[in-house]
């Protein structure tokens, strides 16, 4: 079946713009999780939903970020003016409600700021 | 806080010996762990967990860890490389004390084969 797509694949922004990612997770996983890939920081939890709402924001690293998601599905992670430091990778997970689920990746979107 | 330690950045075996991928992990309770691969330009992908059954666990392409609660290790071994290997592997606890799998990450170890 089908698994967690995200999109785009690539980014490539001026610093001060704002960008769009997005994440398709498997169908029918209640649960949805962005993680960061960077060079200085390692891979870091970001924010967690479950369904529409997310209980779990400890991870956005400035107000700078937000996320949503609607219909339980489909998830947005805004960086509104984009610094350098945001560049990485931005990956998304999902899984069905519990503790004992396997999380399942995305490719992730590579994020460059210039 | 949960945490886990890769005590290797890079390793590097020849084709045919054996793996071993050390983790320690930090825990106030008993913990959730996990490793993940990722090869180049592709997504993560669990090759095994420890959610407190078995302490030795299998995984996926013939790996397994062992859980060793005295040691707060969870080592990552294969008996025999093949090219395929060739990725990063991470070390991961579960700090499920959030109410969900909030997921922490090691720093990566570069796993090299060569021929």
């Known amino acids: 079946g089908a698994g967690v797509s995200q999109s785009p694949s690539n980014k490539v922004t001026e610093k001060g713009k704002d960008v769009e990612l997005r994440c398709d997770p498997i169908?029918?996983?209640?649960?949805l999780y962005w993680y960061r890939q960077s060079l200085g920081q390692g891979l870091e939890f970001l924010i967690y939903?479950?369904?529409?709402?997310?209980?779990?924001k400890s991870g956005l690293p400035s107000d700078r970020f937000s996320a949503e998601r609607t219909g339980g599905s489909v998830s947005t992670l805004t960086i509104q003016r984009t610094q350098q430091e945001d560049s990485a990778v931005y990956l998304c997970a999902s899984s069905p409600q519990g503790l004992v689920y396997e999380q399942y990746f995305g490719p992730g979107t590579r994020l460059t700021v210039t | 806080a949960q945490s886990v330690t890769q005590l290797d950045s890079h390793v590097s075996v020849s084709e045919g010996t054996p793996v071993l991928l050390r983790c320690n992990y930090s825990?106030?309770?008993?913990?959730?762990l996990f490793w993940y691969v990722q090869h180049p330009n592709k997504g993560l992908q669990l090759l095994l967990k420890?959610?407190?059954?078995?302490?030795l666990v299998k995984g996926i392409n013939g790996f397994e860890a062992e859980f060793k609660k005295s040691e707060t290790s969870f080592h990552l071994t294969k008996p025999s490389a093949h090219m395929s290997d060739a990725a990063e592997y991470f070390c991961v606890v579960s700090d499920g004390n959030t109410g969900f799998q909030k997921l922490v990450f090691g720093t990566g170890t570069r796993l090299l084969v060569s021929p």
């Open positions: 169908s029918g996983h209640t649960a």
């Open positions: 939903f479950q369904g529409n709402s997310a209980p779990d």
């Open positions: 825990s106030s309770y008993s913990p959730s």
């Open positions: 420890y959610t407190s059954a078995a302490t």
